[in-house]
């Protein structure tokens, strides 16, 4: 039986036949039972308690201002700041912190009376495309568990992926929330940079980093997508654009829509498999009544280069705060320096290091210009090809991801690594929204389909992947079900 | 300074020019932080207990420009004579510090909200033009307490971070300044148009506005610059004088033994009267400055900044002019009533109660002032007040009472307050001016003191004086001292 | 470029980042390989473009000068991991 979206949850809940706290149970339940994928970093348990008791009042009493996630589970990444509620960023140097303050997205949920049962596992600080740089162990992807989930939101993506429950928050840098909904058969959507407020996001880097939901469904992605996003005081760069209401968006179809496939994202590079389900993907779009037509984005083959400067520069800054003064981790040497250096050295994981450095690098004296300078420029060029791009098309869609989930250890070197998101970061860099769905398999696991909208188009982006969902039922396919654990209860 | 030491600093200067640079931070005075909402004003506050997740560098916050801080950078711009460019942007400047959150500072480096400006003052009859390379904003740091007050020994410090994040205006001045005495009159001329203008409290014992320097010396006639020593630690305008005389004399005798300067930074030690050389930081420091990814660029359009200079208050010259155009005060009375606002305030005050303008700067610069620096009180929060003083001026004018009476009552009411005219009234302190009873006390007095008449009748203009004072013990103090002089004069022929 | 050993130092200095010798060796070659790929961007021509200052294309986004509470002391020290009295505890800073 398909686990349920978080639209039948919502009626169910209302016709009466479950409760939020019963909800929360049976999704507390189900992730203990994959304990072994390691998704789960900690539960929620008694924000999960006071939530669901709120929600249930507010159902009880005055269900018309019951909003459609109220009573319902979900799980968030560990980046994003819950008052009170231990948030590590996957890392070591945060172990045991507790902001005291809720993020603006998160506050959202909570005020729409959803109800969060677990901090899920993701890459060191967002670092990463496989899961395998938390300091808390790797990730497994419930299709295969030696294989990874994709990172960095790794956890948020299998847990959605193994029907634990309807829906979770993840973040998208480079490719944070696409890459992994790609590589574990789930929707997972990137907003429009400014979209969704940063305020209470553990930054990676500042002008890349989005929140976003992962679902089963594109409704409920859409869902989520209306309770957290707009403008945030507390944030500057969210936008005071006003959100378009995107459910309108659902259900028009893509007749006489535009398409466009950037030919420097299926030359070359993609695995067989890949290659195959997304053509299958293109026929079916065409047969649903849009267009497809080639464009070209040739700036994108500097777009890793790109990335690689931009976000670790700003990530170089932006973790400078772990210091062990105010918060977090401290390893105690008599002087000062010693206790920088020891604490950073020891608390941050070798991606982080790495990317910490590429940044001080990139942005030290003599090399700004020549790497940093030049970086913001190129990214210019990128944005200006995908608004030249938009010019003539609707939407691009082509594949999320060249490979599909890779086995655990298979990708050392950190090059190969950040391969893995050279059709998902240039997204990122000209500030796009962003989907990826479920469109077929290659030997056995999952491939997902890419759709890029022009800025602040994001119900256009919705709008596509919906009428793809409904054409097709890839997203209704499960893992295999892991058998219940020995002594654990239910 | 020593008198050797001086004579050393003029003879230097005659072979040597000085070149000097002054850089001003001063705190606005806002009522929230830079980039978050915790009030600006920490002084007093208990430690850690004006913070909030944004200016404590916590995960995940964000900063939000304070509106205020950018019109008050602006006002601030516009009456040092600026140009305000159209884009300008915040930069991170980045650090490790225990005093800085982030481990990055929000300052502005190649866009700044303004520059190329100038601030023009008379110094010994001259007039000095210094220019001004730039205003912008940043945000304050932290504040650090070392074990032992000394940070070179220091085994641990503490950290504050009430100041964290207070907006703070950095004024950079152009190396226009030759001499010590123009560096401190630019400073005061600064100083005192900040305060003008609203923008800061000027207070240097609480470090709302700091200066440090850089000087550099050459052989006067020379175009070369000499090497760049910079100054800090000054916490007043007279350190500031003092520390680049001193600077002048260690950096000449350097130079006249043929030695090269060090180019490093030197803390002014007020004990030692002398600049010690901090020890060079053993990593240099690389800013490794980048445009603040988390907020927007400034867009200053014309229409912003007319308004900005629309709402610009008086600036102290404007005043000076106007007191002297509008009260007939003469150019020096203007200058010193106008040296501080207040005085400018409780001037116009007082005029505005019906008090003459040369009467109301002749107290103000005078027993006024005293009173004000000796019970540290200034006249605005006086017992007495400006209301009390009008008062009491008024009753001078009028000569109701005499002038030692006047100052008498002054004292006694300055800091307890009291209205004066009651206070006359009751204690019957009206001035004694009926001629008919003075000349019978002045006829007493005369008959009581032949000695001190027969000198002043022998020539010794103090002896009246003398005569004078019995007059004044016999009325408590109260005779018009103007007539009794008179009717003295009279009696005795001269 | 070839990135040297006193450079990869340099650099985790400037970070803060006590690293061992083994770890400046292997991210010394790392980096090296990465850079080398990031080099790529020199051929781009970029003589008619600007930087991108903001993706977002936002301007003056500032707000009113207003005061809103601010944390109690306790919980602005309730992270601290080296706390004296209710000041935040570091050890010597050698300058």
Request: charged share 20%; glycine share 10%; hydrophobic share 40%.
């Amino acid at each position: 039986m398909t686990p349920p979206t978080a639209s039948e949850l919502a009626g169910l809940l209302r016709s009466g036949a479950t409760t939020p706290q019963d909800l929360a149970a049976r999704a507390r339940a189900d992730l203990k039972r994959i304990s072994d994928l390691n998704a789960v970093l900690r539960y929620t348990d008694s924000l999960a308690e006071r939530q669901a008791e709120r929600a249930a009042r507010t159902l009880a009493e005055v269900p018309e201002r019951a909003g459609p996630l109220c009573g319902i589970p979900f799980a968030y990444k560990d980046v994003l700041c819950v008052e009170g509620v231990e948030t590590t960023a996957g890392s070591r140097i945060l172990q045991g912190h507790r902001p005291p303050y809720t993020g603006t997205a998160l506050r959202r949920l909570l005020d729409a009376g959803a109800v969060p049962v677990a901090v899920t596992n993701c890459d060191e600080f967002a670092m990463g495309s496989s899961n395998e740089n938390s300091a808390f162990g790797p990730v497994g992807n419930p299709w295969d568990p030696g294989r990874v989930p994709g990172g960095s939101s790794g956890g948020s993506a299998a847990v959605v992926a193994a029907g634990a429950v309807p829906y979770s928050l993840g973040t998208d840098t480079g490719g944070s929330i696409r890459q992994p909904a790609s590589l574990c058969g789930v929707t997972g959507f990137k907003p429009t940079y400014g979209r969704v407020s940063r305020y209470g996001l553990i930054a990676f880097a500042s002008s890349l980093d989005q929140i976003g939901p992962f679902a089963r469904s594109v409704a409920d992605v859409a869902g989520v997508f209306s309770a957290i996003a707009g403008w945030d005081a507390m944030d500057s760069t969210s936008s005071p654009t006003p959100v378009e209401p995107v459910e309108d968006q659902l259900g028009r179809g893509i007749e006489g829509m535009r398409l466009g496939v950037p030919h420097e994202y299926v030359a070359e590079g993609l695995e067989p498999g890949v290659r195959a389900a997304i053509e299958t993907a293109f026929s079916e779009l065409e047969r649903l009544g849009a267009t497809l037509e080639e464009v070209s984005l040739p700036t994108t083959e500097a777009g890793l280069s790109t990335y690689y400067i931009i976000a670790p520069a700003e990530c170089s800054a932006n973790l400078a705060r772990m210091d062990g003064v105010r918060f977090g981790l401290h390893i105690d040497r008599p002087s000062l320096t010693d206790t920088y250096l020891e604490t950073r050295g020891n608390g941050f994981g070798p991606e982080v290091k790495r990317r910490i450095m590429l940044g001080t690098y990139a942005l030290s004296s003599g090399y700004y210009d020549a790497y940093y300078r030049k970086a913001q420029k190129v990214r210019t060029l990128i944005a200006d090809e995908f608004d030249r791009a938009f010019a003539t098309v609707d939407a691009l869609v082509c594949p999320t991801s060249p490979l599909v989930a890779f086995a655990r250890g298979a990708k050392s070197d950190p090059l190969s690594m950040y391969l893995c998101d050279v059709l998902t970061l240039p997204v990122n860099l000209a500030g796009l929204p962003g989907i990826s769905v479920p469109c077929g398999f290659s030997e056995g696991l999952p491939v997902g389909l890419q759709v890029i909208g022009p800025r602040f188009q994001d119900g256009v982006v919705l709008r596509v992947a919906h009428a793809y969902e409904r054409a097709t039922s890839w997203h209704a396919e499960q893992p295999p079900v892991p058998p219940v654990a020995s002594g654990a209860g239910s | 300074m020593s008198a050797g030491a001086v004579s050393g600093l003029t003879e230097l200067m005659q072979r040597y020019e000085a070149v000097i640079g002054l850089e001003v931070h001063g705190q606005l005075l806002t009522e929230s932080k830079m980039f978050c909402g915790c009030s600006a004003d920490y002084i007093g506050s208990p430690p850690n207990s004006n913070t909030c997740p944004v200016c404590l560098g916590m995960p995940g916050v964000l900063p939000v420009m304070n509106r205020k801080a950018i019109e008050y950078t602006v006002r601030t711009a516009l009456a040092l004579n600026c140009e305000i460019p159209e884009h300008s942007k915040f930069d991170r400047k980045n650090y490790f510090y225990p005093d800085l959150p982030k481990g990055y500072q929000i300052s502005q480096y190649d866009m700044p909200m303004s520059e190329h400006g100038w601030l023009s003052f008379p110094v010994d009859g001259e007039e000095v033009r210094c220019g001004i390379t730039r205003v912008h904003l940043e945000e304050d740091t932290g504040t650090l307490q070392h074990a032992g007050d000394i940070l070179q020994q220091a085994r641990s410090s503490v950290v504050d971070l009430n100041r964290a994040g207070v907006p703070l205006m950095e004024i950079v001045g152009e190396p226009d300044l030759r001499t010590p005495e123009q560096a401190r009159e630019y400073l005061v001329r600064l100083r005192q148009i900040l305060v003008y203008i609203g923008v800061n409290d000027g207070n240097l014992e609480q470090g709302s506005f700091r200066c440090d320097a850089n000087i550099s010396l050459r052989h006067r006639g020379s175009a070369e610059l000499g090497v760049k020593v910079e100054i800090k630690n000054m916490n007043s305008f007279r350190a500031v004088q003092r520390a680049l005389e001193y600077e002048i004399v260690r950096q000449g005798r350097l130079l006249d033994q043929g030695q090269a300067i060090a180019q490093e930074t030197r803390g002014w030690v007020e004990a030692k009267g002398a600049t010690i050389s901090q020890r060079s930081k053993e990593y240099a420091h690389d800013y490794r400055y980048f445009p603040e990814p988390d907020l927007p660029p400034l867009q200053l359009t014309a229409d912003f900044v007319e308004r900005v200079r629309a709402g610009l208050p008086e600036l102290p010259q404007q005043l000076v002019d106007r007191l002297q155009r509008d009260h007939g005060l003469s150019a020096y009375d203007a200058a010193v009533i106008s040296a501080e606002i207040e005085d400018a305030r409780a001037f116009e005050a007082l005029v505005g109660a019906g008090v003459a303008a040369k009467s109301a700067a002749n107290w103000l610069m005078g027993d006024v002032a005293r009173l004000a620096r000796e019970t540290r009180l200034p006249l605005q929060r006086s017992g007495l007040g400006i209301t009390g003083l009008a008062a009491l001026i008024g009753l001078a004018e009028r000569g109701r009472i005499n002038g030692p009476t006047a100052k008498a009552l002054l004292e006694e009411l300055y800091v307890q307050g009291g209205d004066p005219v009651a206070v006359v009234e009751a204690r019957g302190l009206g001035q004694v001016s009926d001629e008919a009873e003075l000349s019978g006390i002045v006829d007493r007095v005369i008959a009581d003191n032949p000695a001190a008449v027969s000198d002043f009748q022998g020539g010794k203009e103090q002896a009246l004086q003398r005569l004078v004072g019995g007059v004044m013990k016999a009325t408590r103090g109260r005779a018009d001292a103007r007539l009794v002089n008179q009717l003295l004069r009279e009696r005795l022929g001269r | 470029m070839t990135l040297s050993r006193d450079q990869v130092a340099h650099v985790a200095m400037l970070a803060r980042l006590g690293l061992t010798e083994e770890e400046m060796e292997l991210y010394r070659e790392q980096l090296d390989a990465i850079l080398a790929h990031v080099d790529r961007l020199q051929q781009v021509d970029t003589s008619q473009v600007v930087e991108t200052a903001q993706i977002g294309g936002l301007l003056n986004a500032w707000r009113d000068d207003e005061r809103r509470p601010c944390l109690s002391v306790e919980a602005a020290l309730a992270n601290a991991p080296k706390r004296r009295g209710n000041h935040f505890e570091v050890g010597a800073i050698q300058e």
